[in-house]
């Protein structure tokens, strides 16, 4: 294996493509024996903790948030590799030949689990048997070809099944934002397809109605604004965001970047642009309050509570000084202030013992086996130290702030408003 390796870079082409197509291979056929591994690991997992006297319905949990962090990945996409894994190893043979000799990438062999997940067993395999059962059948085939060829067995099965399937995926419609370069957005929504598509189409028909020197797509993009918010795009809409940035940044001119709630870092000018044009709004009524920092670190520093839940003000600063959930790999929002060392364990209600994690990842680190620590390092960085069942340690720690911290506090009319604090 690492013959292929090395790769002689006086070689010709042809072999050079050759040992490309190796190294394909071997990946496909490793994400194989990860996908066994993974469905052996759930297992024994489960028959130890039934030898335990766990009860069924907490058998295994946790073990999914353990497979993302061996792989390196967010739990979500942990949750999407055991369920994988259990289809593969369990359900579909053919599907899991053909990953493992290279005939299909670990994607290809997702979409066609994808699409038989709403099929019954025996279904199932019968869609693994005539799509993979000759591995020759799949090559050239790519991604929408190997999807569609899956769903219309799928369907052929079963159409029941995947009608079911596709009323219950309405219920799943939602809106994500994610940051994108240079200070923008990606505002997406998951919407049924006919008002997916009739959005589209609503927009397309603006585009097509104006010509004012605006770009189709900026026509477009400036019309949802206009809709969802109801006003003009070039009317300053009020919303509320956090904005954290350091004093220097703010007052003296540093370069710093400032950190918005839900987005990330921006560029210290256009955080600093933001607040002017707050501050210099009329209708705008403003306040400023201030966290303070170590001074070489900027670490926020600690507040700690008596109480048994986190109160408001304690929850805002640890959501500020964590930003995204602290499990590593994973950076879904956090929905949860909790406690690293749970309270029944004697976990106090401190900013030291707080930790900002997303839904799934406080849960999980409340099954048997996983052990939670925090500290702070010498460079007064706050750390969480985690302890997976099988023994294996991984570490974060919170993102660096500048050398002081002061959290604004605007509610405003021009497109930014930073969410109250109690310092």
Sequence with gaps: MFELLTIDPAANESALIKRITELEKLKSAAAAGQARAAAALETARRAAE?????????RGRGLANEIALARRDSPARGNRHLGFAKALVHEMPHTLRALESGA???????????????????DRRALDAELCGDPASLDGMGDARVAAAAKAIAYRLDPHAVVDRAAKAQEERTVTIRPAPDTMAYVTALLPVAEGVSVYAALRRAADTCVDGRSRGQIMADTLVERVTGREAA???????????????????GSSPADIGGYGPIPAAVARNLVASAVDDKRSRATLRRLYAHPGSGALVSMESRARLFPRGLAAFIEMRDQRCRTPYCDAPIRHRDHATAWADGGPTTALNGLGSCEQCNYAKQAAGWRVSTDIDENHTHTADFTTPTGHR????????GPAITVSELEVRVGIAIARHAA
């Design 50 to 58: 039934a030898d335990a006297g766990v009860p069924a319905e907490r």
């Design 104 to 122: 299909l990438s670990e994607w290809r062999a997702t979409l066609i689990v994808r699409e038989s997940a709403c099929l019954d067993v025996e």
């Design 235 to 253: 009317v300053p809409t009020p919303i509320a965001v956090n904005l954290v940035v350091s004093d220097a940044t703010l007052l003296g001119g």
């Design 394 to 401: 991984y570490q974060s720690g919170a993102p660096p702030r």
